[in-house]
């Protein structure tokens, strides 16, 4: 088989058989194609589009362009979540233990940073000595007896995903419906959880930006990974302003261990309850939703989450002391307080633009080799619909520096808009997806 007929069929707006695509996809995989062809027919998909069946033979092909994990030694039926990134979007630290708790097993492979965007690998390695890089074995293993691994993706999983995300991400490729769902969906039948539950964010700081289009993302994958024989369902929550407070690698982890040790709640909390809630009923722990929020509050209410992540964080070599003292995880040698500068209501957040002052800091890589500052970034004190007056402070800031203190500040300030008029706060939940329905909340 030859690229150029398969590339010149897309251009045209044709649709692509599965002999096609399992010969691009493989061809990604393997070297076989080389980068430039690859592209162009990323473009002309991005430019044309896909539809159901493409789109679904495409994600099975990157399903299968390496190994799917097999998790059926474990008993009960593993779960696993999966956000399509954000800002301060910490869900997973705080449901994973939770979940666990409950006794639906958690077997999750994350990622790590991308662009504006944070990664749990990150976050939980700004806890001294974890480690993330677990064999399949080991992996296994601890789900069966903590019940709670999370770990990186192995290095064999979908790896035509990694040849194909690399090159949209450079160029100018990534925000098309079916490139993005076949990529996530892929990595999540390729490692191997039964029950899915995927958060959808929408909104400024989202790949999609409109509830529709984000519904439409939802609905993709859900129905790619149902027909796959996998149970699963979608949240569309908002991105529109960070979800939690705290942005920033360690920073995050404190909030999650205080909101797990009962000393804050708020909207990181109430989105990681909805997700629990569903994967308790996808594994079978839970006859209904509202039961499922039952029995993630009682393990939140009873300490059993803080003590599961714990016993997670031993499993895989850190240092739990942070889970009791939270001033044992890294601490940047700079804090100060970025002020209002006039007055009025949040409107808006650029929530790209704070998420890329974190990355600045030094939270995130802008390169690959970049090494992250797991202390720095910043705690947010207000949201959309507040109304602040000039001097209210706005963040705190961590940073490693001064200078990028200072710099931190100004950008912090440059993102949150303020209007005269009073701005109703966000909605957080905006739909459920399963195969068969939407229910617009
Ligand atoms: N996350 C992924 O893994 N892939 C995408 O295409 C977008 C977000
Ligand atoms: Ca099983």
Redesign the pocket.
């Known amino acids: 088989m030859n690229m150029v007929p398969i590339i010149e069929k897309k251009k045209l707006g044709q649709a692509l058989t599965a002999e096609e695509i399992d010969f691009f996809v493989n061809g990604a995989a393997t070297g076989s194609v080389p980068d430039y062809q690859l592209a162009a027919l990323l473009m002309a998909i991005r430019l044309n589009g896909m539809n159901r069946e493409e789109t679904k033979l495409l994600t099975l092909a990157m399903t299968h362009s390496g190994d799917v994990v097999d ?8 779960v696993d979540k999966h956000s399509t990134g954000g800002v301060g979007d910490t869900t997973t630290l705080v449901l994973a233990p939770l979940v666990a708790a409950c006794g639906v097993p958690v077997a999750k492979m994350s990622g790590r940073g991308l662009g504006h965007t944070g990664g749990t690998l990150d976050k939980l390695e700004s806890i001294s000595g974890f480690s993330v890089n677990l064999s399949e074995e080991d992996f296994l293993a601890q789900v069966k007896t903590v019940g709670v691994a999370v770990i990186g993706q192995t290095a064999n999983l979908a790896p035509a995903d990694k040849t194909l995300y690399a090159l949209r991400d450079v160029t100018s490729t990534v925000d098309s419906l079916p490139l993005i769902a076949s990529s996530i969906v892929s990595k999540k039948l390729a490692s191997g959880a ?1 029950g899915i539950v995927l958060d959808v964010k929408t909104g400024a700081g989202a790949l999609m930006q409109t509830t529709e289009d984000s519904i439409a993302l939802a609905q993709t994958m859900v129905r790619i990974g149902c027909d796959a024989g996998r149970n699963m369902v979608a949240l569309v929550t908002d991105m529109g302003e960070p979800l939690g407070s705290h942005v920033g690698n360690a920073l995050e982890v404190k909030e999650a261990i205080d909101m797990l040790a009962g000393r804050t709640q708020g909207p990181l909390l109430t989105v990681a309850l909805e997700l629990g809630a569903r994967m308790l009923v996808l594994g079978g722990a839970a006859k209904d939703v509202p039961e499922g929020k039952a029995k993630m509050e009682e393990a939140l209410r009873s300490g059993a989450g803080l003590a599961k992540l714990k016993e997670m964080i031993v499993a895989q070599g850190g240092d739990p002391a942070c889970c009791d003292d939270v001033s044992a995880l890294p601490q940047a040698p700079v804090v100060l307080p970025c002020t209002a500068t006039g007055e009025g209501y949040v409107a808006a957040m650029d929530t790209v633009g704070l998420g890329n002052a974190a990355q600045q800091m030094g939270a995130g890589r802008r390169t690959k080799e970049d090494v992250i500052d797991p202390a720095v970034g910043f705690v947010m004190n207000v949201r959309i619909g507040d109304r602040v007056t000039e001097g209210d402070l706005l963040a705190t800031v961590h940073a490693k520096d001064e200078q990028s203190a200072q710099e931190a500040i100004d950008a912090i300030r440059r993102c949150i808009v303020l209007s005269s008029e009073p701005v109703s706060p966000c909605k957080l939940i905006h739909a459920f997806v399963n195969s068969e329905s939407v229910e617009r909340l």
């Open positions: 998790l059926d030694a474990i008993p009960g039926i593993p039964k």
